[in-house]
Each structure stands twice: as C-alpha cells, then as structure tokens.
C-alpha cells in the first residue's frame, strides 16, 4: 500500500479531557457493559435455537424476526431520534430489552420456552435496536465537547471491539462451566440450558444498568431547534439526496451486494459448522467469534496509525481487501480444527477492521452535517436490514447444499461482484476526503 501525504498530529489536549469528563465517563462505563451484554445474547440465541430444534432454516428465521422490524423501522428510527431527544429514546430503548431479554432469561430457565414465543420476543428484541441504533449516534455530540469528538468515537469503537472479543470468549465459557439440561415446551430438554439462561440475564441486566449510568448523563446543547419535519418526509429528503450523489450511491448499492453475500453464512453457517464438525462446540464457536473481533481491533488499530494506506485511492482499496476477504472465507468449510477457523476469521477481522474505519470516515467527509444521521442510518440499514435476509437465504440453502458448498459459494460470489464492480462501474474511481457537500 502506497501512503499519501500524511495528516496532521492531533493535539493530546482533547483526549486528555475527555478522560477528565465524568459526563462521558457515565455514559462510556454503561455503553460498555451494554455492548458486552450484546455479546452475549449473539453467542446464546443461535446456540438456543439449534438446541431446540436443530434445524437452520429455524434460525434464519429467529435471526429474520429480530433483522425485519429492525431493517424497516431504522430509517425511521433516525428521523424519530432527529426529532426529539436522543436520550429519551436511548432510555425507553433498554427498558424493553431489559424486560424482553429478561423474560426470555426466564423462560429457558424454568422450560416455557416454545418456538412461538422465542419468534415473539426476537421480534421485539429487533424492533427496539432499530431506535437504539441511530440515537446512539445522534446522543455523543450532545455528551461531549466538538473538540473532544473524535477521540469519544475513536474510544467507543475500540470498545466496542474489545467486547467483540471478550464477549463471545467469556460467554462460551459461561454456557460450558453451567452445562446443563431443562424442560421445553413440547416435553424435550434444551441442552445448556441453565448457561443459556444466566447469558441471556446478564444482557438483561447490562441494559439495566446502562440505563442508570444513561440517566446520570447530561446533554449539552448544540445549537437551535432545527425546525420540525414530518418523519416520512425527513427519511425521503435523506433518500433523494443521497442518490443523486453517484459515488455515494455506487458504493450504497455495492454494500448492498456484499451485506447480501456474507452476513448470512457468518451468522447460520458458522454455528452450524461448530455444531456439527467433530471436535468443535460452543466452546469453538465463541471462539471463532472472538478471533474475527480480535482481528477486527487490530484492523481498526492500523487504520488509526495509518489512515492513508491505500491502494491507489479508496474505492480500488475497498475493492482489493473484499477480494481478499472471499479467497479467505471459501475455505471455512472445509475447517476440522477450532485454530484453522479462528486463523481465517481473524483475518478477515483485521482486513474488515481497517476498511471499516475508512469507510465512516469517508461517509462523514463527503455528506454534509445536516444529512449524517441519516446518511449513516442507511448505512447501517444496509447491513442491519439486508443480513436477514442473507440468514433467511442461507439457511434455505442449507437445507439442501452442503455446508464447505455455502462458503464456497459465498466466497466466489463476492469474487465476482468485485471483479464486476471494478469493470463496470465508478467503484474504482471513488476517491478519499471528498470535501462535504
């Protein structure tokens, strides 16, 4: 990678009183503790579903439940969150996953869990995040100083990483020590299920406690009331603009192709093999999830100490790391030992870790102010709303393809869309710091 003229050092001053502030500091300590509760639940809820009916068609459609009112109400969310007050929603947001989370805690422990049931509560579950999501992007500018925003993203991105790590490494370990067997609805017993429990109830009570620090925190204001505007209207004016931006858009819709071709396999494919791959288990599956969040801090980690590495400019970059992200997830199935998977996954970590770094702040560059919100809610509508359905799909597929196929074919699809992206559209003249418009 070739590096371009370098940035400018920053001042240590606003990093330092950032760690000064107590204000950041309730808000950081209760993020924390939610996002590895989060963690958590991604490490138990796929596990409980294959232990109930072992079926991954079944878990594409918890993982569908939990993304459809998540993917459709998270432009919407945004528009809600501009409206009025990002701490208010962020509040009424961990009060329904605290209760939701705690009930589901609840009914595997005692055995009333049935299927139609778990449906019900990951519906809720996916529809609350889709209010969470964007007012915790929209509440950081109003909890510290201008100057001391960067170093407040930067921080909570790397935590946010670190409990990508330590979440799926402790919460394995919490399911093996508590191994165990519970009545479900039905007469069967759900194996793990006393581990599965106390996961599902330590999420609920991190929502629970970061509620608390949330409501220690004071916002600050940032300027007058924007006049208000219909929601509808708010999230079509977001839409048109950003279509009439052609790189942005090209890169919209490349996103698009990716969410589709990768998420899917990660979230069904991958439980599935540490299921059913002799010598693997929940032990290897929270592994495998802790090296691609370990290799994903170590990506972010490069692209903060080098911002400028590019291959040529940043469109062809992007271009050149998927490639390198689907020569590395065709072999996944074809893994028999727990080190081989978390060798290939924690590659793709830290690729995706750097692009990832590079991307929001080629997003944050090039849109003006008043349209982040929601410009980076459609973002995350991208992934959060297309993923669905990739799990939908894939565990469709899997019904009938064997499992090395699935990464096979993930792998050589993603391929092709780069090697169609860069013969075929603008992907590989996107360039970087686009001044915003």
Known sequence: ??????????????????????????????GFLSMLGDQFTLVALPWLVLKISGDPLVLGTVIAMMGIPRAAFLLIGGAVVDRYSPKRVMMITKVVNTVLLGALALLVWTGGLSLPLLYALSLGIGLATAFSIPSGTAMLPQVVAPAQLAAANGLLL?????????????????????????PVAGGDRIADARGLALAFGFDAFSFALSAWTLSKVQMRPVGPAAPPQAVLAAVAEGLRSFWRDVELR?????WSAVA?????????????????VPGLGASAFGTLLASHGAGTLIGMAIAGAKPHWRLGNFGLTLLAV???????????????????GALLLGSIGVLGGFMQVAVFTWIQRR??????????????????????LSSAVTGWLMRGVALPYVFLFSGASLLIIVVLALLGSRMRQVRDFVPAT
Do not use: E
């Open 322 to 340: 998927d490639a390198l992200v689907g020569l590395l997830f065709m072999p996944m199935g074809g893994i028999n030992a727990t080190w081989q």
């Open 1 to 30: 990678m070739n590096a371009s003229s370098s940035a400018s050092a920053g001042a240590p001053a606003p990093r330092a009183a950032l760690f000064r502030d107590r204000n950041f500091a309730w808000m950081v300590s209760g």
């Open 367 to 388: 849109v003006a102010p008043a349209m982040l919100g929601r410009a980076m809610s459609l973002f995350m509508f991208i992934f959060l709303g297309i993923a669905p």
């Open 260 to 276: 589709l071709l990768i998420h899917g396999p990660i979230q069904i494919a991958l439980p599935v093999l540490a299921d059913t």
């Open 158 to 182: 790397g935590l946010r990483q670190l409990t990508m790590f330590l979440g799926p490494l402790l919460a394995a370990l919490l399911i093996l020590l508590s191994a165990d067997a519970a």
């Open 250 to 254: 090209t890169c919209l819709l490349y």
